[in-house]
């Protein structure tokens, strides 16, 4: 099982400041007796470069470096990479969310059109300065850049990641999302995490979005493209978005919980 995180407290975290993915920086084999191994990725921070908005309650934590970054190219490449060469039964990902302590689970995401994803962020750096910060669109699905296995055969109207879909078209994710809201709700009280879930496919139009929708697109054409191969098949897959209120231990937890959620979901292996 693969787990994807991005802008703290989603991320894998350093020693000094670790992230709620921590526990899952190596691959640990056979977790808790599940018969899956699972292995987590995400972004190096080393330190905050500024504030998200001009109150200076919410961290700026940029590109980020390492295996994986908070950019398109760089995204797509590394997902790509990972799940040819694991193969995963199911895939996971976080990232940061509003402020607050939601647990949102997206029900949808989008293959937007090249042209609607966003593109320059501003922050306040830490003399009160706002500054920009830019990244290239994604590639459109299916040119010569592509990173997908569709790469070279044709980009979409409105080029959009996903050649085989049309731009705006929506995938599902299909965790168990009922059983995983009722878990966190019942194992983290107090209204330090509220679960909820977004129905409506609208996740940002930024890298949260675009990982969001690759996971389900995988589950989606790996199963089509290998039907008969059950060693290559993906069962579920889906993205939640973290408020940035939550802390690292509690988020840490609700990982957790997902996983046994997870785990119950699967056939177990043989």
């Not at 199911?90 to 994803?117: H, V």
């Not at 044709?154 to 599902?172: L, S, V």
């Not at 330090?192 to 996740?203: F, L, M, Q, Y």
């Given at each position: ?61 940029g ?16 997902f ?26 997206e ?24 500054r ?49 809201m ?28 675009y ?6 697109w ?26 940035t209120?939550v ?24």
């Amino acid at each position: 099982m693969l787990l994807f995180g991005y802008w703290p407290p989603t991320d894998i975290g350093i020693p000094s400041r670790r992230g709620m993915l921590w526990k899952w920086r190596e691959l640990q084999s056979d977790y808790r007796g599940s018969g899956y191994d699972v292995i987590a990725c995400s972004p190096i921070f080393p330190a905050s470069i500024g504030w998200q908005d001009r109150d200076r309650q919410t961290l700026h934590w940029g590109l980020g470096h390492g295996v994986l970054s908070v950019d398109y190219h760089h995204t797509s490449r590394t997902f790509w990479s990972l799940v040819l060469a694991h193969a995963p039964i199911a895939i996971m990902s976080f990232s940061r969310g509003r402020p607050g302590r939601s647990w949102e689970i997206e029900q949808y995401a989008r293959n937007l059109a090249q042209s609607d994803w966003a593109t320059t962020l501003h922050y306040l750096d830490p003399g009160g300065v706002v500054r920009p910060e830019s990244r290239a669109p994604p590639f459109a699905g299916g040119s010569p850049q592509d990173d997908s296995p569709l790469r070279g055969r044709g980009a979409r109207p409105g080029a959009p990641p996903d050649p085989t879909q049309p731009a705006g078209a929506m995938r599902i994710n299909n965790l168990p999302n009922d059983a995983i809201m009722a878990a966190v709700a019942a194992g983290i009280p107090g209204g330090r995490i509220v679960p909820e879930c977004n129905p409506t496919g609208d996740v940002g139009a930024f890298v949260s979005e675009y990982i969001a929708y690759h996971v389900a697109w995988y589950r989606d054409w790996v199963n089509a493209a290998f039907p008969g191969d059950p060693g290559r098949r993906c069962l579920m897959a889906g993205h939640t978005h973290v408020g940035t209120k939550v802390e690292v231990a509690d988020g840490e937890v609700a990982v957790e919980l997902q996983l046994e959620r997870l785990f119950a979901a699967l056939p177990r292996p043989v």
